[in-house]
């Protein structure tokens, strides 16, 4: 007497299985993958921009808040309370 062969189902099966009984919940974790997978090649994008394309000037630290500025000319820069002024001349 020979004894019936069962056989298991692959993990791929009962992937697609689950895939198929719960159709919301896949489209929610598939929308959750792309969104994650499109911040990270974002972010590494961004990365790459600045380090190709470095700022020109230079940065200066003001009560505590890090400033970019490029000097072109002759300034005459003056403050007024928390707010700077500035006038251009020709240079």
Request: aromatic share 8%.
């Amino acid at each position: 007497m020979a004894l019936p062969r069962v056989r298991s189902s692959s993990i791929l099966s009962s992937c697609f299985s689950v895939l198929q009984k719960y159709p919301v919940t896949t489209a929610v974790a598939a929308t959750a993958g792309l969104l994650a997978i499109t911040g990270v090649v974002n972010r590494q994008l961004a990365r790459k921009a600045q380090r190709d394309n470095p700022p020109k000037g230079q940065f200066i630290e003001v009560d505590g808040v890090r400033l970019h500025y490029v000097e072109r000319g002759a300034w005459s820069v003056g403050r007024v309370g928390r707010s700077f002024y500035s006038t251009a001349t020709a240079a």
